[in-house]
């Protein structure tokens, strides 16, 4: 019998089901209009250690802003009786205790996911208007007669959206102070995407500013302030010990490396089971493993939650939706600082290898440039990399064992390399360079390397073997039918590169690399039949030959400056 389709197994039930919630961060909408899968029991866990400030600290599109609106609804003090979003939740179950804190306090919540700008001025501007309408919802400040005429001028600046920085900076303490006030019970303070105006501040140049505001606002909300119930926080980096929250010493930190909540951001494996079942494809959970799974917080296996739920909304057709959900600026600044070794790193991870390295878990984004090996603890954070082992190293961070996550990161590392390559290298060289390489065109090969040395990069003249090294790695990972690794052993020694095809019926390459400063044509020629004759004499090829592949092409690559010259052989 044919198969049906998953489109057809979705139609063959006969329920009307719940819409999918893309893309719907509001809790009482998800909670009742769609399929929500219940993150209730995170507030139990919260109520049962009380800390006055938590950080969560997650990838994008992971659940972090509808979890803080589920907090919101839960906790803020209303006039509309909000328990009717919980009573049939997980939470309701679990007692009188929890349920007295339902509907209890005040509540500030700004989300920063929007505060996507190029300058401090209309970043500063953003988030004016975002308090400005924060404060428009308690209006009752405005003329309570339990607020004074300072606290009322403030207010009114703020809600009016004319408050300067200095003024600004005071917003969450002028505002918890009202509240406390008013409603005779301090607030909450809810920060949801921390870091976005951060992270922009770094990419666009006003790092400095935005986080001198930063640490004057977040501060005076959550720092000594005893006009504060409790403070939460989400974003992708955690709280660097130099950075915004110096001195902050009643926050909890929940990273991914941490077991606490670890189940609360992402669907777990059963979530996903149940899922596929209510929408009649539950044959499709393999595929939906292969693809979205493999992310691991804490002890808990997690799918991407926006992956998951755009695979069902698009027929279960299994595609990269993640790719397209934010900013990948990131990946441009690990290219730009890429040496040989972190090429050769990326490309292993593509090729579905790991790897041990050490994780600092408080990485801030100005070490990218001056700690180039800060860039793992960077894609970890940002969902690019799960970890398969930790080991707890003596400065109280990690080194743990990396590698890609699923199917669907594997092709964002792809397809993004690949275009933040295309600025440095265009897509028309690289597709001559690797017909070149593939018909054993010196010639041909030479010239593409002469024109991308000439017009990629100013000056070479202190390039050392390692720049080149790195170069001709950035080169080889814009091919997608070979596996590229570099510096591995193989017969007598170890090569430079090499690219072992996909497909053994097609050829191998193998490359060894020379510099040297200021050598004229003559002693080029002489040093790239220096590095071919090593492959040769060094049996580079027996590991390729040992899998199978008959053809391999092997090339001694000689640079000085901005000059190459290539000596080819079979």
Same mark, same amino acid.
């Given at each position: 019998m044919e198969k049906k389709s998953a489109m057809q197994n979705m139609a063959a039930k006969p329920a009307i089901r719940l819409p999918l919630p893309i893309g719907v961060a509001d809790y009482r909408l998800a909670s009742t209009e769609y399929y929500y899968i219940d993150k209730t029991l995170m507030i139990k866990e919260f109520l049962d250690e009380r800390p006055m400030v938590s950080l969560f600290t997650r990838p994008r599109r992971f659940g972090k802003t509808l979890n803080m609106d589920m907090l919101r609804t839960f906790f803020e003090k209303t006039a509309e009786d909000t328990s009717v979003y919980f009573r049939d939740k997980a939470i309701w179950q679990c007692g009188e205790r929890y349920r007295s804190y339902q509907g209890k306090y005040p509540v500030i919540f700004l989300t920063f996911k929007d505060v996507k700008f190029t300058t401090w001025q209309e970043t500063f501007q953003s988030i004016r208007e975002l308090i400005a309408k924060e404060a428009y919802r308690h209006l009752e400040l405005k003329d309570s007669d339990r607020c004074d005429a300072f606290d009322k001028k403030a207010f009114l600046r703020l809600q009016q959206g004319n408050a300067d920085e200095t003024e600004l900076a005071n917003a969450l303490a002028d505002l918890s102070l009202a509240l406390h006030k008013h409603y005779g019970i301090a607030p909450i303070i809810i920060i949801d995407e921390y870091d976005i105006p951060i992270q922009q501040g770094y990419m666009q140049g006003f790092y400095d500013k935005v986080i001198l505001f930063m640490r004057n606002l977040f501060s005076g909300g959550l720092k000594d302030n005893k006009h504060l119930s409790?403070?939460?926080?989400?974003?992708?980096?955690?709280?660097?010990?130099?950075?915004?929250?110096?001195?902050?010493? +009643?926050?909890?930190? +929940?990273?991914?490396?941490d077991n606490k909540y670890s189940e609360y951001f992402g669907f777990t494996a059963?979530?996903?089971?149940?899922?596929?079942?209510?929408?009649?494809?539950?044959?499709?959970?393999?595929?939906?493993c292969a693809w979205y799974d493999g992310y691991r917080f804490g002890r808990t296996e997690i799918f991407n939650p926006w992956s998951v739920i755009n695979y069902f909304n698009s027929g279960c057709e299994p595609r990269a939706f993640w790719q397209t959900t934010g900013s990948n600026d990131i990946i441009g600044e690990i290219i730009g600082v890429a040496d040989a070794e972190i090429y050769e790193r990326l490309t292993s991870l593509v090729n579905g290898r790991s790897f041990v390295t050490y994780i600092d878990t408080s990485v801030i984004y100005p070490q990218i440039k001056s700690n180039p090996s800060s860039i793992y603890s960077f894609l970890l954070v940002a969902g690019y990399l799960k970890v398969l082992k930790t080991v707890p190293a003596f400065s109280g961070d990690f080194m743990c064992e990396v590698a890609l996550p699923n199917k669907e990161?594997?092709?964002?590392?792809?397809?993004?390399?690949? $275009?933040?390559?295309?600025?440095?290298?265009?897509?028309?060289?690289?597709?001559?360079?690797?017909?070149?390489?593939?018909?054993?065109d010196s010639q041909k090969l030479k010239a593409v390397m002469q024109s991308l040395l000439a017009n990629s990069v100013s000056s070479f003249d202190t390039a050392g073997e390692n720049f080149y090294h790195g170069f001709m790695l950035g080169l080889?990972?814009?091919?997608?039918?070979?596996?590229?690794?570099? +510096?591995?052993?193989?017969?007598?020694?170890?090569?430079?590169? $090499?690219?072992?095809?996909? +497909?053994?019926?097609?050829?191998?390459?193998?490359?060894?690399?020379?510099?040297?400063?200021?050598?004229?044509?003559? $002693?080029?020629k002489?040093?790239?039949?220096?590095?071919?004759?090593?492959?040769?004499?060094?049996?580079?090829?027996?590991?390729?030959?040992?899998?199978?592949?008959?053809?391999?092409?092997?090339?001694?690559?000689?640079?000085?400056?901005?000059?190459v010259e290539i000596e080819v052989g079979e």
């Amino acid at each position: 019998m044919e198969k049906k389709s998953a489109m057809q197994n979705m139609a063959a039930k006969p329920a009307i089901r719940l819409p999918l919630p893309i893309g719907v961060a509001d809790y009482r909408l998800a909670s009742t209009e769609y399929y929500y899968i219940d993150k209730t029991l995170m507030i139990k866990e919260f109520l049962d250690e009380r800390p006055m400030v938590s950080l969560f600290t997650r990838p994008r599109r992971f659940g972090k802003t509808l979890n803080m609106d589920m907090l919101r609804t839960f906790f803020e003090k209303t006039a509309e009786d909000t328990s009717v979003y919980f009573r049939d939740k997980a939470i309701w179950q679990c007692g009188e205790r929890y349920r007295s804190y339902q509907g209890k306090y005040p509540v500030i919540f700004l989300t920063f996911k929007d505060v996507k700008f190029t300058t401090w001025q209309e970043t500063f501007q953003s988030i004016r208007e975002l308090i400005a309408k924060e404060a428009y919802r308690h209006l009752e400040l405005k003329d309570s007669d339990r607020c004074d005429a300072f606290d009322k001028k403030a207010f009114l600046r703020l809600q009016q959206g004319n408050a300067d920085e200095t003024e600004l900076a005071n917003a969450l303490a002028d505002l918890s102070l009202a509240l406390h006030k008013h409603y005779g019970i301090a607030p909450i303070i809810i920060i949801d995407e921390y870091d976005i105006p951060i992270q922009q501040g770094y990419m666009q140049g006003f790092y400095d500013k935005v986080i001198l505001f930063m640490r004057n606002l977040f501060s005076g909300g959550l720092k000594d302030n005893k006009h504060l119930s409790y403070g939460f926080l989400t974003g992708i980096l955690r709280v660097a010990k130099e950075s915004i929250f110096s001195g902050l010493n +009643n926050l909890v930190i +929940n990273s991914v490396l941490d077991n606490k909540y670890s189940e609360y951001f992402g669907f777990t494996a059963s979530e996903v089971q149940q899922m596929a079942a209510y929408y009649g494809v539950a044959d499709k959970y393999a595929e939906l493993c292969a693809w979205y799974d493999g992310y691991r917080f804490g002890r808990t296996e997690i799918f991407n939650p926006w992956s998951v739920i755009n695979y069902f909304n698009s027929g279960c057709e299994p595609r990269a939706f993640w790719q397209t959900t934010g900013s990948n600026d990131i990946i441009g600044e690990i290219i730009g600082v890429a040496d040989a070794e972190i090429y050769e790193r990326l490309t292993s991870l593509v090729n579905g290898r790991s790897f041990v390295t050490y994780i600092d878990t408080s990485v801030i984004y100005p070490q990218i440039k001056s700690n180039p090996s800060s860039i793992y603890s960077f894609l970890l954070v940002a969902g690019y990399l799960k970890v398969l082992k930790t080991v707890p190293a003596f400065s109280g961070d990690f080194m743990c064992e990396v590698a890609l996550p699923n199917k669907e990161i594997a092709y964002v590392y792809n397809k993004e390399i690949l $275009q933040k390559l295309d600025k440095l290298i265009p897509m028309a060289a690289a597709i001559l360079m690797q017909e070149a390489l593939y018909s054993a065109d010196s010639q041909k090969l030479k010239a593409v390397m002469q024109s991308l040395l000439a017009n990629s990069v100013s000056s070479f003249d202190t390039a050392g073997e390692n720049f080149y090294h790195g170069f001709m790695l950035g080169l080889c990972a814009l091919l997608s039918n070979a596996y590229v690794t570099s +510096n591995r052993e193989a017969g007598d020694g170890r090569y430079d590169i $090499q690219l072992m095809p996909k +497909n053994v019926a097609l050829p191998g390459i193998l490359i060894e690399l020379k510099a040297e400063k200021h050598a004229d044509a003559e $002693q080029l020629k002489k040093l790239a039949a220096v590095a071919l004759k090593q492959i040769h004499d060094k049996n580079y090829a027996a590991d390729m030959q040992s899998h199978g592949v008959k053809t391999i092409y092997k090339y001694g690559v000689a640079f000085s400056g901005k000059k190459v010259e290539i000596e080819v052989g079979e």
